[in-house]
């Protein structure tokens, strides 16, 4: 009868266990690092309703938006919807949501982008199953074609 007792205690235990051993392994394989830099674009860069440039920081390579739409709501809110094309130094493609920039004009044509969330979702290379968030703040001068933005997150790979 013992032996029994004990074998339904080992396995009690384990069943117990194990989801606990699972869990705390998978979040130990979770690497995550800030990351910052600056984007620094033209306005029609490849066409009308895009821009290009280049990244600087981190994530340094270059980077075409393409946008979406742009509308302005409550007291003056502007929402400029926009898709991210972004590839590394190194050649590697981060696969960035499409995000909205939101901000105010402050003169004639001068929208100073005061919030701006981007969701990295994954990328190639060595960003493969990378995930990221980042916040964004600048100005995106409609007049001159200049954009300058500086971006700071955090970027998350599970390690195989």
Known sequence: MYPRKLMYGVITLALLVAPAVAQTSSESEVS???????????V????????????????????????????TGKNGVVDVAVQHHWVTDTGDTLTINNAHAFGVFVAPGLL???????????GTGKYSGTTGDFSLIGELDFNTGHVVLRFTGRTCTKSS
Do not use: R
């Open 32 to 42: 995550c690092q800030a990351v910052g830099g600056m984007i620094l674009t033209n």
């Open 44 to 71: 029609g860069g490849f066409g009308p309703n895009t821009t290009m440039g280049v990244v600087k920081g981190d994530l340094a390579g270059a980077i075409g938006v393409e946008i979406l739409g742009i509308t």
């Open 112 to 122: 100073a982008v005061t919030k701006y969330k981007a969701h990295m979702s994954g």
